[in-house]
């Protein structure tokens, strides 16, 4: 991605945020900015701590997944990679350039394109197995404490969440873990791009294919037999996830806010980011917050909600996303790189 091309997302992040500060401010700013300055900042920190430790068990995920292709492969690396990811998945619609990068970045550590792009792929197999476990135990715990209104909006956004992720499941279990289907995808691709003439030399570039593909379809296939690693990964992701979510509790704590048990925010927070998956803005940015508030609206003052929803999604987006930035640009790279980063 070029620079110009980061500069355009993250300014259109910029106008997303001036966008909802405006509409969260604009009727009742002098109780929200109240509400604000008397923010606990003990259990604010706890909020973002939890969701950076949900970050810490990702890169758990990715650590253990690249150990299997390169022994010597260093856990503050894979913590570093997994910090910049919300960077680029924030700064891209639907966050399609988190993988991207993270496929960079690993090659840079020395592991081979196709066994990152293998890494990326077995890990976000393991995470959506992950979130749809997660989703559905709170979809069901949802039923006996119906603390999320019962409507048309939230029944067909979480049915249509629930499909899409199943299928997005299968799509990269049949790419990963089905030579066949991988190799057809991939040499059918490559003859539509040589017939419109956009690569020349077919038969170097099936060279470089097919090395890419044997590293790939190999890495898969130790995962595969590796059931006990599969498990544990999927385990791991699953407390990733939950720490996620449960940063909503001591955020609401911060601001007074002890009405709502922990684990009816935890279902309404899980929720929000389940309704909102399918808006393709960067970072979802515009729907979670929509989300949030349409979900919580209910539960507590105007004041309370719009406070809450922008100390939630600085804690869970906009901290992580700089953060991101800063180590990505502090990352050390050749000038070359520097220039032009990868391409998207």
């Known amino acids: 991605m070029k620079k110009h091309k980061i500069k355009i997302y993250l300014l ?28 606990n900042i003990f259990y604010l920190f706890m909020g973002i701590l939890f969701v950076f430790i949900s970050k810490y068990f990702i890169a758990v995920t990715t650590y253990y997944l690249a150990k299997k292709e390169k022994n010597n492969i260093k856990m503050l690396k894979m913590i570093q990679i997994c910090l910049i990811y919300p960077f680029f998945a924030g700064i891209t619609p639907s966050s399609v350039g988190g993988e991207s990068f993270e496929i960079f970045y690993l090659k840079d550590t020395g592991i081979p394109y196709g066994k990152a792009t293998n890494i990326s792929v077995q890990k976000y197999i393991l995470y959506q197995i992950s979130l749809i476990i997660v989703d559905a135990l709170v979809v069901i715990l949802n039923i006996f404490t119906k603390i999320v209104p ?13 499909v899409v992720n199943i ?17 057809f995808i991939v040499y059918k691709g490559l003859d539509f791009l040589y017939k419109v003439k956009i ?6 570039t099936q060279k470089k294919l097919d090395s890419y593909l044997e590293n790939f379809n190999e890495g898969a296939e130790k995962l595969r037999k590796d059931k006990k690693l599969f498990i544990q990964m999927i385990i791991v992701n699953v407390i990733s996830l939950l720490f996620f979510y449960l940063s909503a509790w001591p955020i609401a704590r911060s601001l007074s806010i002890d009405s709502i048990s922990i684990i009816n925010i935890f279902i309404l927070a899980t929720y929000s980011k389940m309704m909102c998956l399918l808006i393709v ?12 508030i349409y979900l919580f609206s209910s539960l507590m003052s ?18 992580p ?3 991101g930035g800063i180590i990505a640009i502090s990352w050390g790279r050749g000038k070359k790189t520097d220039e032009k980063i990868v391409s998207t």
């Open 199 to 204: 690569i020349k030399n077919v038969e170097e």
């Open 281 to 292: 803005t960067p970072g979802n940015s515009g729907a979670a917050e929509y989300c949030f």
């Open 150 to 162: 019962d409507n048309s909006l939230v029944g067909i956004s979480i049915f249509l969440n629930f």
């Open 12 to 39: 259109f992040v910029t106008i997303l945020f001036i966008f909802v500060l405006y509409f969260a401010l604009k009727d009742n700013y002098l109780d929200i900015l109240n509400a604000l300055s008397n923010v």
């Open 321 to 323: 996303l700089v953060l």
């Open 167 to 183: 299928f997005l499941l299968g799509a990269c279990y049949l790419l990963v873990y089905n030579k066949k289907v991988n190799n």
């Open 302 to 319: 105007e004041s309370n909600v719009m406070a809450y929803m922008l100390i939630w999604r600085l804690a869970t987006y906009y901290i």
